[in-house]
C-alpha cells in the first residue's frame, strides 16, 4: 500500500468519525459539559496554593459514624417528635436559630405528619471535634396513608458554651432554600465537600430508589406528593405572604400613632413651657398683628393702644402673643413689656435679708405646685435655662429680697420668683 492509499484510507476514517459526531453531537455536547464540570469540582476542591489548610478535611473523607452517643440520638429524635407535633417552642429549645417563616412552615406541614419512624444517623466530625456532620434517613408515616416514604435530612449540630449539643439551624434545609440567615463561609465549603462524597451519593440514590417504590405501591401516597401537598404548600405560601403584610401594615399603623401621640405630646409641654415663660405687656400705639415674625407676613388685623397682651416669647424684632385665640406676632417697638415679674424692692434690708430671703432656707427641697419658668438671671425676660414641671423639686441655693430664689433643678441651676415656691 503506497502513501497515497493510506492518505486516502485515513481520510475516510476521519470523514466517518466527523459524520459520526456531527450525527450524535448532543452526547458529546453534555460529555463535553460534564467533562468541564469535573473539572470545576476538582479544581474548586483542590488545595489553594500557598494556604495552610486543606479545602477537604481528612474528616470528610472518613466512612460514616453509626455508633454515636446517647447525647447526639436523643438529640436527633426529640427534634423530630417535636417537629411531628408541630411544637415549635420545643423545636426552637432544640434547634437554632428558627426564623418566624420556618415556624409559619413546620406548623403547616406537621399537620399532615403522623410521626417520623426508623431513625437511623450517620456522622462525619464537622470544623472540630465538638461539631458534626449529621445525615439521617427516616421514614415519614403521613395521616392516613398507610405506606411510609423515605427520606434523607442534614444537620450540622454543634456544641454551645455549656458544653450541649444544638442543631444550628442555619444550615438546616430550609434556611438554605430561603437564604434568611447569613452562613459561615468556612461550614457552607466543609458542607459543599460532605455532599459530594460518594458515600453520601450512593445513599441518596439508595433513598430515592426507595421513595420511587413507595410511589409506585400507593396510589394515596403519589396523590399526595404529586397534587395534595404541592396545592397546600402554594396555599400556605399565599397565607403567610398576606400575614407578613398585615404585620407589617399594622406595625405601620401603631408607629404612626405613636409618633401622633409623641407629636402631640412634645406640643402639649411646648404649650406648658410657653405658658410657663409667658409675661405681660401693653400695646404703646396702633400697631399690626402679623402671622409671622416678619413684616410682610401675611397681615391678620390690628391692635389698639392701650391693649393688654400676653407675651409668650421673641423671635427677632417681634413679640410673639396671643391674638383672639391664636398665636401671632407683633413688632416690639409697640409694646411695653410689665415688669411684674421682677419686685423691686425699695425697703433698705439688712445684709442678713437680702441674702437668706426669709423663709426659704439654704438647702430646702420645694415641690412645685404649677410649671414655671427657671431663668438665668433674676429678671422675667432673661433667658431660661430649663422648665420645671408641677410635681417637681428643686433645692434652695438662696433666696434674694428681690423677690426671686436660686435653685438647683437637676444638674443646673437658675432663677425662679419667690412667691411661686410657696
Same mark, same amino acid.
Given at each position: 500500500?503506497?502513501? @497515497?492509499?493510506?492518505?486516502?484510507?485515513? +481520510?475516510?476514517?476521519?470523514?466517518?468519525?466527523?459524520?459520526?459526531?456531527?450525527?450524535?453531537?448532543?452526547?458529546? #455536547?453534555?460529555?463535553?459539559?460534564?467533562?468541564?464540570? $469535573?473539572?470545576? #469540582?476538582? #479544581?474548586?476542591?483542590?488545595?489553594?496554593?500557598?494556604?495552610?489548610?486543606?479545602?477537604?478535611?481528612?474528616?470528610?473523607?472518613?466512612?460514616?459514624?453509626?455508633?454515636?452517643?446517647?447525647?447526639?440520638?436523643?438529640?436527633?429524635?426529640?427534634?423530630?417528635?417535636?417537629?411531628?407535633?408541630?411544637?415549635?417552642?420545643?423545636?426552637?429549645?432544640?434547634?437554632?436559630?428558627?426564623? &418566624?417563616?420556618?415556624?409559619?412552615?413546620?406548623? *403547616?406541614?406537621?399537620?399532615?405528619?403522623?410521626?417520623? %419512624?426508623?431513625?437511623?444517623? *450517620?456522622?462525619? @466530625?464537622?470544623?472540630?471535634?465538638?461539631?458534626?456532620?449529621?445525615?439521617?434517613?427516616?421514614?415519614?408515616?403521613?395521616?392516613?396513608?398507610?405506606?411510609?416514604?423515605?427520606?434523607?435530612?442534614? *444537620?450540622?449540630?454543634?456544641? %454551645?458554651?455549656?458544653?450541649?449539643?444544638?442543631?444550628? %439551624?442555619?444550615?438546616?434545609?430550609?434556611?438554605?432554600?430561603?437564604?434568611?440567615?447569613?452562613?459561615?463561609? /468556612?461550614?457552607?465549603?466543609?458542607?459543599?465537600?460532605?455532599?459530594? !462524597? @460518594? &458515600?453520601?451519593?450512593?445513599?441518596?440514590? &439508595?433513598?430515592?430508589?426507595?421513595?420511587?417504590?413507595?410511589? $409506585?405501591?400507593?396510589?394515596?401516597?403519589?396523590? *399526595?406528593?404529586?397534587?395534595?401537598?404541592?396545592? $397546600?404548600? !402554594? !396555599?400556605?405560601?399565599?397565607?403567610?405572604?398576606?400575614?407578613?403584610?398585615?404585620?407589617?401594615?399594622?406595625?405601620?399603623?401603631?408607629?404612626? =400613632?405613636?409618633?401622633?401621640?409623641?407629636?402631640? /405630646?412634645?406640643?402639649? @409641654?411646648?404649650? =406648658?413651657?410657653?405658658?410657663?415663660?409667658?409675661?405681660?405687656?401693653?400695646? %404703646?400705639?396702633? $400697631?399690626?398683628?402679623?402671622?409671622?415674625?416678619?413684616?410682610?407676613?401675611?397681615?391678620?388685623?390690628?391692635?389698639?393702644?392701650?391693649?393688654?397682651?400676653?407675651?409668650?416669647?421673641?423671635?427677632?424684632?417681634?413679640?410673639?402673643?396671643?391674638?383672639?385665640?391664636?398665636?401671632?406676632?407683633?413688632?416690639?417697638?409697640?409694646?411695653?413689656?410689665?415688669?411684674?415679674?421682677?419686685?423691686?424692692?425699695?425697703?433698705?434690708?439688712?445684709?442678713?435679708?437680702?441674702?437668706?430671703?426669709?423663709?426659704?432656707?439654704?438647702?430646702?427641697?420645694?415641690? #412645685?405646685?404649677?410649671?414655671?419658668?427657671?431663668?438665668?438671671?433674676?429678671?422675667?425676660?432673661?433667658?431660661?435655662?430649663?422648665?420645671?414641671?408641677?410635681?417637681?423639686?428643686?433645692?434652695?441655693?438662696?433666696?434674694?429680697? /428681690?423677690?426671686?430664689?436660686?435653685?438647683?433643678?437637676?444638674? +443646673?441651676?437658675?432663677?425662679?420668683?419667690?412667691?411661686?415656691?410657696?
Amino acid at each position: 500500500m503506497d502513501i @497515497q492509499d493510506i492518505k486516502t484510507k485515513i +481520510k475516510g476514517i476521519f470523514d466517518i468519525c466527523v459524520d459520526f459526531v456531527i450525527k450524535n453531537r448532543r452526547y458529546f #455536547l453534555a460529555g463535553c459539559i460534564f467533562i468541564v464540570m $469535573a473539572l470545576l #469540582l476538582f #479544581l474548586g476542591t483542590s488545595p489553594k496554593s500557598g494556604s495552610s489548610k486543606s479545602s477537604t478535611p481528612s474528616s470528610v473523607t472518613k466512612k460514616f459514624k453509626t455508633k454515636n452517643s446517647d447525647e447526639l440520638v436523643k438529640l436527633i429524635n426529640d427534634y423530630y417528635t417535636a417537629y411531628a407535633a408541630g411544637d415549635t417552642d420545643t423545636l426552637s429549645t432544640i434547634a437554632t436559630p428558627v426564623s &418566624d417563616q420556618e415556624v409559619s412552615y413546620i406548623q *403547616f406541614y406537621s399537620q399532615y405528619i403522623d410521626s417520623f %419512624n426508623d431513625i437511623k444517623i *450517620f456522622t462525619k @466530625q464537622g470544623l472540630n471535634d465538638k461539631s458534626y456532620l449529621v445525615s439521617t434517613e427516616v421514614n415519614v408515616k403521613y395521616t392516613d396513608i398507610e405506606t411510609q416514604a423515605p427520606g434523607l435530612d442534614f *444537620f450540622y449540630v454543634e456544641t %454551645n458554651e455549656d458544653g450541649k449539643l444544638y442543631i444550628n %439551624n442555619t444550615y438546616g434545609s430550609f434556611n438554605q432554600n430561603n437564604n434568611i440567615y447569613e452562613m459561615d463561609a /468556612e461550614i457552607s465549603d466543609l458542607i459543599s465537600v460532605y455532599i459530594r !462524597q @460518594q &458515600d453520601l451519593l450512593d445513599m441518596e440514590a &439508595d433513598i430515592a430508589k426507595a421513595y420511587d417504590e413507595a410511589l $409506585a405501591s400507593d396510589d394515596s401516597l403519589n396523590v *399526595f406528593f404529586s397534587e395534595t401537598l404541592p396545592a $397546600a404548600h !402554594q !396555599q400556605w405560601h399565599k397565607d403567610y405572604e398576606e400575614q407578613v403584610a398585615a404585620a407589617e401594615a399594622e406595625a405601620a399603623k401603631k408607629e404612626e =400613632e405613636e409618633a401622633a401621640a409623641a407629636e402631640e /405630646e412634645a406640643e402639649k @409641654q411646648a404649650q =406648658e413651657e410657653e405658658e410657663a415663660n409667658s409675661y405681660s405687656g401693653t400695646v %404703646n400705639s396702633r $400697631a399690626n398683628v402679623r402671622e409671622s415674625a416678619d413684616k410682610e407676613s401675611d397681615k391678620l388685623g390690628s391692635i389698639d393702644k392701650g391693649t393688654s397682651i400676653t407675651i409668650y416669647g421673641e423671635e427677632g424684632d417681634f413679640y410673639k402673643f396671643d391674638y383672639e385665640g391664636k398665636k401671632a406676632y407683633i413688632t416690639k417697638d409697640a409694646v411695653t413689656v410689665s415688669s411684674d415679674d421682677s419686685t423691686e424692692t425699695t425697703e433698705e434690708t439688712s445684709e442678713d435679708e437680702s441674702t437668706t430671703g426669709g423663709s426659704l432656707a439654704e438647702g430646702t427641697e420645694v415641690t #412645685l405646685t404649677s410649671t414655671v419658668n427657671i431663668r438665668s438671671q433674676m429678671d422675667s425676660s432673661a433667658s431660661k435655662v430649663a422648665v420645671a414641671y408641677a410635681g417637681e423639686k428643686v433645692t434652695v441655693v438662696m433666696s434674694y429680697a /428681690e423677690g426671686w430664689t436660686k435653685v438647683k433643678y437637676g444638674k +443646673k441651676e437658675g432663677y425662679i420668683r419667690t412667691d411661686l415656691l410657696k
